[in-house]
T-cell receptor, first 118, second 115 residues
Framework: AQKVTQAQTEISVVEKEDVTLDCVYETRDTTYYLFWYKQPPSGELVFLIRRNSFDEQNEISGRYSWNFQKSTSSFNFTITASQVVDSAVYFCALLPPLTQGGSEKLVFGKGTKLTVNP | EAQVTQNPRYLITVTGKKLTVTCSQNMNHEYMSWYRQDPGLGLRQIYYSMNVEVTDKGDVPEGYKVSRKEKRNFPLILESPSPNQTSLYFC??????????????FGPGTRLTVL
């Protein structure tokens, strides 16, 4: 069975602090995809990154970086020099390989609510 | 502009009164799906569709129906809504996540309250 665990329910930091959001996943598949989404207070879901299981290179995009470690089944997300606009709920998600029926079913973690205080 | 639209954005209804939440995408995506988001439970898939006339159940399909008569539209139908279907609903579309570098686009969400 596939499962995504985001153990941190809520995190509160002060602006300019670095913060890491943890994501641990479970799957028996060797091929899979991992995602991060951001849900700001306005409610929409914003895609941040997609990573496939064969690419363990870390990725950096501006103040955002992602650390994918297959050995620990983790795909952690770090925000450097956090800003108030980073306040949101962040979801990690796992996409197993296509089933015979072709389902592309994202399995989401329960999310981490990040509050960045001025 | 690439987008997924949902209507209505907010709806308050009563138990048993049939309703439809529409979803439309303008990206010619093959894949569309519906999720519901509930506090403490995260997002769970209700139904998905790989293409026109091809639909299948997700994790929580009970009480819902869908149809995919056209590529761009994927309405969610609640034949007899009940209070436990009070939730925030998201429609999503993609060009097939595993075969392209495309992303999964989400609609703005529909907040449904069933009294």
């Amino acid at each position: 069975a596939q499962k995504v665990t985001q153990a941190q329910t809520e995190i509160s930091v002060v602006e300019k602090e670095d913060v890491t959001l943890d994501c641990v996943y479970e799957t028996r598949d060797t091929t899979y995809y991992l995602f991060w989404y951001k849900q700001p207070p306005s409610g929409e879901l914003v895609f941040l990154i997609r990573r496939n299981s064969f690419d363990e290179q870390n990725e950096i995009s501006g103040r955002y970086s992602w650390n994918f470690q297959k050995s620990t089944s983790s795909f952690n997300f770090t925000i450097t020099a956090s800003q108030v606009v980073d306040s949101a709920v962040y979801f990690c998600a796992l996409l197993p390989p296509l089933t015979q029926g072709g389902s592309e079913k994202l399995v989401f973690g329960k999310g981490t609510k990040l509050t960045v205080n001025p | 502009e690439a987008q997924v639209t949902q209507n209505p954005r907010y709806l308050i209804t009563v138990t048993g009164k049939k309703l439809t939440v529409t979803c439309s995408q303008n990206m010619n995506h093959e894949y569309m799906s519906w999720y519901r988001q509930d506090p403490g439970l995260g997002l769970r898939q209700i139904y998905y569709s790989m293409n026109v006339e091809v639909t299948d159940k997700g994790d929580v399909p009970e009480g819902y129906k869908v149809s995919r008569k056209e590529k761009r539209n994927f309405p969610l139908i609640l034949e007899s809504p009940s209070p436990n279907q009070t939730s925030l609903y998201f429609c999503a579309s993609s060009a097939q996540l595993v075969t392209s570098t495309d992303t999964q686009y989400f609609g703005p969400g529909t907040r449904l309250t069933v009294l």
